[in-house]
């Protein structure tokens, strides 16, 4: 096969910037562009760490609710109601969606468990959510007045205790 001139002058000029765009080197930043990088590069890796950190605490967080709650509600209402909450956090931290765990079946129309809840919800909340003084104030006080009952705040206790020993203070 023969090629005209014009064919090979193109192929040659194609080959030229192919050439050229391969041996281009990177640019050469400038020393305070390279400052920034590397503390820019610096944050993000900060922040990805303690994201992290975040995501394994919630994680743990949710498996001990759900161990500790299976004694007095089943697995399957335990893991309904863990599941209920890390939706409520996903969701801008708003926990309405949690109220219709209050009445599910076996839930409903008992009194201690209904409380049970109340409690759990507000130490998950104490736990996960960003809260101000006042807010932070008063679910402590819903968990600490729930605990003192020795029928009711017994399984609230013993969560409070479980965190507390995973290292999660209240």
């Known amino acids: ?31 305070i562009d ?3 990088k590397e503390q820019t590069d610096k944050r993000i890796a900060e922040r990805m760490a303690i994201a992290q950190q975040k995501i394994e605490e919630v994680a743990r ?23 209920m909450l890390d939706k409520s956090r996903m969701s801008n931290n ?5 109220v219709g765990a209050y009445t599910l079946p076996g839930i409903k129309n008992d009194l201690h468990k209904r409380n ?13 959510k960003d809260l101000s003084k006042s807010q932070r104030a008063s679910l402590r006080s819903i968990v600490k007045y729930h605990t003192l009952c020795d029928h009711c705040g017994n399984i609230a206790k013993e969560l409070v205790n479980r ?4 290292g999660i203070k209240m």
């Open 1 to 31: 096969m023969l090629y005209t001139a014009e064919q090979v002058a193109t192929l040659m000029n194609t080959i030229q910037e192919a050439t050229q765009v391969i041996t281009q080197s990177a640019p050469v930043l400038d020393p």
């Open 34 to 36: 390279v400052k920034i």
């Open 61 to 83: 967080i949710n498996a001990t609710f759900q161990v500790i709650l299976e004694d007095s509600l089943g697995a399957a209402a335990s893991e309904q109601i863990v599941r």
């Open 94 to 98: 708003t926990f309405h969606q949690f």
């Open 116 to 128: 049970l809840l109340m409690v759990v919800s507000a130490i998950y909340r104490l736990k996960v």
């Open 163 to 166: 965190l507390e020993i995973q």
